[in-house]
């Protein structure tokens, strides 16, 4: 195990703790120095998310006392909708107003609201906590399922993937929290049977046509986080691992978080290629360690910040870390550490995802 992992808890508290609003639990900044977007009452959903993650993956809720951590649930509880347009939905006025206004004529984007509630309850989820309300504004019947799997690009996977996997898991949050089983479990057989006719076994993934191999396994893991909810095993797991460890590129934390997940996944399946993924994993701590800054924790890229999340400018792009890079290179680690068999010697965890 490599000695750095062992401190890198505590460099990171100490910068999210200059990222956090005092007396504000669940109130926190992006960035240090070149955030745009600031916390309020309604705002800062998905940067709040991002954060707890962090902390509950690193084992750092050790530093918050219970009422803190309860408080900061309740934060990100209270951007759930009770009823309205979008019933369940947690909504950021600042994402909102944003990816409203790109749809024009008053029309509303339904694909950043279910993501953005798909990750806060996710989020509270790991905090062993559940949303409020039941999620509305979701296919009701077979038929709609199927119009609306079929309807997506999927010779784009990566956004395809993406709201095949939301469906799956907002489904499951209504079967599981809120008496719906019944009427849930015909809908996501139909989702599955859909997603079935999408799978490619020569890459063990769910993309018409030939897209390029890293929308291939972006798209995969946006799927399988679905399955993964619900425990439903993969067809092809040895296919996605030959998939992930010839083609995978390692520029950003999105395309090393989402190729580390696929082979997290697939190896709880299968022993093929261990020896590989070890190897491959190796290689990803090193370059992880690229987009280290000197404040601690990691940027999206390696010499800058993320300047968008959902189409929103958060930050100006300096050279300084984000919370959205740290949690995705936090979770990659986390998974490493996992494949590799010490993850518990950190005192780290999985998220739910």
């Not at 009452?41 to 219970?66: F, P, Q, W």
């Not at 309205?84 to 909102?96: C, K, L, S, W």
């Not at 690009?153 to 809120?178: K, Q």
């Amino acid at each position: 195990m490599d000695s750095w992992l062992k401190d890198l808890g505590e460099m990171i508290w100490q910068w999210m703790e200059r990222l956090r609003i005092p007396g504000r639990p669940g109130w926190i900044r992006f960035c240090e120095k070149g955030g745009v977007m600031q916390p309020g009452l309604r705002t800062g959903l998905g940067v709040s998310c991002l954060a707890l993650k962090t902390c509950l993956m690193l084992g750092l809720e050790r530093n918050l006392d219970r009422g803190e951590l309860n408080a900061w649930t309740e934060h990100i509880r209270s951007f759930q909708n009770k009823k309205g347009r979008f019933p369940g939905y947690f909504e950021d006025r600042a994402v909102t107003r944003i990816a409203d206004k790109k749809m024009g004529w008053f029309r509303k984007d339904v694909a950043v609201r279910r993501a953005e509630t798909r990750q806060a309850c996710a989020t509270l989820l790991f905090a062993g906590e559940t949303p409020k309300y039941p999620i509305g504004r979701l296919p009701e019947s077979p038929r709609q399922v199927r119009d609306f799997v079929q309807g997506l690009n999927w010779s784009e996977p990566w956004a395809a993937g993406s709201h095949a996997g939301h469906l799956l898991f907002l489904y499951e949050m209504n079967s599981r929290y809120f008496g719906m089983r019944q009427i849930i479990e015909p809908l996501v057989e139909e989702v599955l049977s859909c997603l079935d006719n999408l799978l490619d076994p020569r890459t063990g993934s769910w993309h018409n046509g030939s897209p390029d191999h890293q929308q291939i396994i972006n798209g995969a893991m946006k799927v399988i986080t679905g399955y993964s909810l619900r425990g439903i095993a993969l067809k092809f797991p040895e296919r996605l691992i030959d998939t992930c460890l010839i083609s995978s590129r390692l520029e950003t934390g999105c395309d090393m978080a989402d190729a580390i997940y696929v082979l997290h996944e697939c190896s709880r399946q299968t022993e093929y290629r261990r020896t590989d993924i070890r190897e491959y994993c190796l290689r990803c701590i090193k370059e992880i360690k690229k987009f280290q800054l000197k404040d601690g924790a990691f940027s999206y890229f390696p010499d800058r910040a993320q300047r968008y999340y959902y189409g929103v400018e958060v930050s100006k792009g300096l050279c300084e870390s984000d919370l959205h890079g740290t949690t995705l290179f936090v979770w990659s680690l986390a998974m490493i550490a996992d494949l590799l068999g010490f993850i518990d010697d950190l005192g780290w965890r999985l998220p739910v995802t």
